[in-house]
């Protein structure tokens, strides 16, 4: 079974609009993880945002955000004001508790902010 | 910065030849990991590592060994390739970023093709 699902595989958007990117996961451990990464057409990932399972407050790095719905177990990424460089594809993984640290991970949305 | 690089970047190669990739990181991180990257899939775990000759596998190891002899290396060998792993490499090396949240911070990448 999927444990992590990424339901848009790509997505266009105005330039300076708001974007919501869909992850949704499945676990049974009260304590896990939830990141985002972003990979430019250049290939390298990049680390966006971090959400813990016990955080009680969605996270927040400069324009990209994390709504966090626990119960429905759904992590979005959210970007304010897209840019232009914000076009690449957008990964969703989960950590979970005992799992040496492996991250198991989406199968990624391709953003395209258009001009 | 961690520092992580990754050799050869590019590799073409023919079927049933052996293939090593090398992943190298300069401060002494613990976990490394090996994935692989292919369309439609996001990154999909060969092997990883937590520490000098520790490994195990990940939900792709078929076909793929590790070596991880010192701190810095971590091996990645396809013994006699085939076309069927035919994709981009990451390794990967798990740092404590901000607020102890331990993010997987990637090397460039390895795009290998098996003719």
């Known amino acids: 079974a999927q444990k992590i699902t990424q339901t848009q595989p790509g997505m266009f958007v105005q330039e300076k609009e708001a974007v919501t990117l869909d992850c949704t996961y499945d676990t049974s451990d009260q304590s896990y993880g939830l990141f985002w990464y972003k990979q430019p057409s250049s290939g390298e990932m990049i680390f966006l945002i971090y959400q813990g399972s016990y955080d009680e407050q969605n996270a927040t790095e400069g324009r990209y955000s994390l709504n966090f719905q626990k119960a429905r177990k759904s992590a979005n990424l959210v970007i304010s004001a897209s840019q232009l460089g914000d076009s690449a594809m957008y990964f969703c993984?989960?950590?979970?508790?005992?799992?040496?640290?492996?991250?198991?991970w989406g199968a990624g949305t391709k953003l395209i902010i258009k001009p | 910065d961690a520092g992580i690089t990754q050799s050869p970047r590019h590799k073409v190669t023919e079927t049933g030849t052996p293939v090593t990739l090398r992943c190298h990181q300069t401060?002494?991180?613990?976990?490394m990991y090996w994935y692989r990257q292919d369309p439609g899939h996001g990154l999909r775990l060969i092997h990883y590592s937590y520490g000098v000759k520790d490994t195990d596998k990940g939900e792709v190891s078929d076909g793929y060994s590790v070596s991880r002899s010192k701190t810095e290396d971590f091996l990645l060998t396809l013994e006699s390739a085939t076309s069927s792993q035919t994709s981009v490499y990451f390794c990967a090396i798990q740092i404590p970023g901000l607020a102890g949240v331990r993010e997987l911070f990637f090397g460039e990448g390895s795009r290998l093709t098996v003719l």
């Open positions: 993984a989960m950590r979970e508790m005992d799992s040496n640290y492996q991250l198991i």
């Open positions: 401060e002494n991180h613990r976990y």
